[in-house]
């Protein structure tokens, strides 16, 4: 088991993905988080995320009930597009980020 925003070298991949989970990245490991995953991408390789959009404005965290009935306060952000993109471009990722419905949302990028 590893914890992941420790940012492991953990080799290079022809694809990194994930769902569900590119928003709860703490915005202050952002640029850590994004320079990690352009270091684990082969030149050409390529990232795509799914989420959902925060809800809320500016996001930062949002509650989250269990079926226990238990509660928790989850970091969860709201992401202006346009600056998220310049900050993979500044780690060689060059992509998009594409809405699929109302509140959902991927990310698609090749290392260059």
Not at 75 to 85: I, T
Request: glycine share 10%.
């Amino acid at each position: 088991m590893v914890d992941i925003l420790t940012f492991p070298d953990l080799g290079t991949f022809d694809v990194v993905f994930s769902t569900f989970w590119v928003s709860h990245v703490p915005l202050e490991l952002h640029d850590d988080f994004w320079a990690w995953v352009a270091r684990s991408l082969e030149i050409g390789g390529e990232v795509i995320f799914q989420d959902s959009i925060a809800q809320g404005p500016g996001g930062g965290g949002d509650c989250r009930r269990l079926p226990s009935g238990e509660t928790f306060l989850i970091v969860k952000n709201a992401y202006d597009f346009d600056q998220l993109l310049e900050v993979m471009r500044n780690h060689g990722l060059a992509g998009t980020i594409t809405m699929t419905s109302k509140n959902l949302y991927v990310i698609n990028a090749q290392r260059s």
